[in-house]
């Protein structure tokens, strides 16, 4: 049994190695992205995240912002303008964001090959959004978009009911999408499950410092407060990073509201446990 203190040292050493390695930082990206009002205020958050988890490297890119956008009034930019067009001809980016309103939207095959074509490496995402006005149809529709919507009385039953045919049609989209460019690879970025997830846990009192639904946005459209826009980036970081963001400190966001550390805990709980479940996130527990 002599050998047995040095079978232990040796297993204790190699766990011990097999952690360091679990918890060393990633490798940074460089990133490009592209969209409207729901998403362009995430870069920012991301690279805040990707410093606090101390990931050397992390670099935007450049950010193409046109509100309400589809992907195509990206591509369509005249060349003065274009600033996602330069980044993927140059092939420095490792990843592409993409917002989305409407499918199918041929800006995102037109950016892929493009992309592909100067960086066979290249990865890409989209992001799932929540329902703008709360509704499919009004968000479609030009005309009889209210000024003002009372959030608080709808039920998670509710959300989901309103969320669904959209959340399918994203999802469709991109299995096809895959299926006929096999490189592409698309994974989604589910913030809007993640939204009802926090909506969820409002209507449950459950949320830190957070009372009603109608505090978790700016307006009727649904554009976001801080809650939401810090949830969305976590959700992003977990998928660019494959990490959970359990542990980062208080995002600058949240600093100033009420129980702004259990709120922050929520919000990278919530993230990564929306990310983990997803399956078209291409993350994994």
Same mark, same amino acid.
């Given at each position: #049994? /002599?050998?047995?203190?040095?079978?232990?040292?040796?297993?204790?050493?190699?766990?011990?190695?097999?952690?360091?390695?679990?918890?060393?930082?990633?490798?940074?990206?460089?990133?490009?992205?592209?969209?409207?009002?729901?998403?362009? &205020? #995430?870069?920012?958050?991301?690279?805040?995240?990707?410093?606090?988890?101390?990931?050397?490297?992390?670099?935007?890119?450049?950010?193409?912002?046109?509100?309400?956008?589809?992907?195509?009034?990206? &591509?369509?930019?005249?060349?003065? $303008?274009? =600033?996602?067009?330069?980044?993927?001809?140059? %092939?420095?980016?490792?990843?592409?964001? #993409?917002?989305?309103?409407?499918?199918?939207?041929? %800006?995102?095959?037109?950016?892929?090959?493009? %992309?592909?074509?100067?960086?066979? =490496?290249?990865?890409?995402?989209?992001?799932?959004? &929540?329902?703008?006005?709360?509704?499919?149809?009004?968000? /479609?529709?030009?005309?009889?978009?209210? =000024?003002?919507?009372? /959030?608080?009385?709808?039920?998670?039953?509710?959300?989901?009911?309103?969320?669904?045919?959209?959340?399918? #049609?994203?999802?469709?989209?991109?299995?096809?999408?895959?299926?006929?460019?096999?490189?592409?690879?698309?994974?989604?970025?589910?913030?809007?499950?993640?939204?009802?997830?926090?909506?969820?846990?409002?209507?449950?009192?459950?949320?830190?410092?957070?009372?009603?639904?109608?505090?978790?946005?700016?307006?009727?459209?649904?554009?976001?407060?801080?809650?939401?826009?810090?949830?969305?980036?976590?959700?992003?970081?977990?998928?660019?990073?494959?990490?959970?963001?359990?542990?980062?400190?208080?995002?600058?966001?949240?600093?100033?509201?009420?129980?702004?550390?259990?709120?922050? /805990?929520?919000?990278?709980?919530?993230? &990564? $446990?929306?990310?983990?479940?997803?399956?078209?996130?291409?993350?994994?527990?």
């Amino acid at each position: #049994m /002599r050998f047995a203190p040095i079978l232990l040292a040796s297993l204790s050493l190699l766990t011990s190695s097999f952690a360091a390695e679990e918890a060393a930082p990633p490798a940074g990206l460089k990133i490009l992205s592209a969209g409207h009002s729901f998403h362009v &205020w #995430m870069p920012p958050l991301v690279a805040e995240m990707a410093k606090a988890a101390k990931i050397q490297g992390h670099e935007q890119l450049a950010i193409s912002s046109i509100g309400g956008s589809q992907v195509i009034q990206h &591509w369509n930019l005249p060349v003065e $303008k274009n =600033k996602a067009k330069p980044v993927l001809t140059a %092939g420095t980016a490792d990843l592409f964001t #993409m917002a989305i309103t409407v499918l199918p939207d041929p %800006g995102i095959e037109n950016f892929v090959k493009l %992309g592909l074509e100067h960086n066979p =490496k290249l990865r890409f995402t989209l992001q799932q959004n &929540w329902v703008p006005y709360e509704d499919v149809e009004l968000w /479609r529709s030009a005309a009889g978009r209210p =000024k003002v919507i009372d /959030r608080d009385g709808l039920t998670v039953a509710q959300l989901r009911s309103k969320h669904e045919p959209y959340f399918k #049609m994203v999802e469709d989209f991109v299995v096809g999408f895959n299926r006929q460019i096999p490189a592409a690879k698309i994974v989604i970025v589910p913030c809007g499950e993640a939204v009802i997830a926090l909506r969820d846990k409002v209507i449950r009192g459950e949320a830190p410092g957070v009372t009603k639904q109608n505090e978790l946005f700016t307006d009727a459209l649904g554009h976001p407060a801080a809650h939401i826009r810090v949830l969305a980036a976590y959700c992003h970081f977990a998928v660019i990073y494959k990490r959970s963001p359990v542990g980062l400190p208080v995002n600058s966001q949240l600093a100033k509201l009420p129980e702004a550390e259990k709120l922050n /805990r929520l919000l990278q709980e919530i993230a &990564w $446990k929306v990310v983990t479940d997803y399956p078209m996130s291409g993350v994994s527990k």
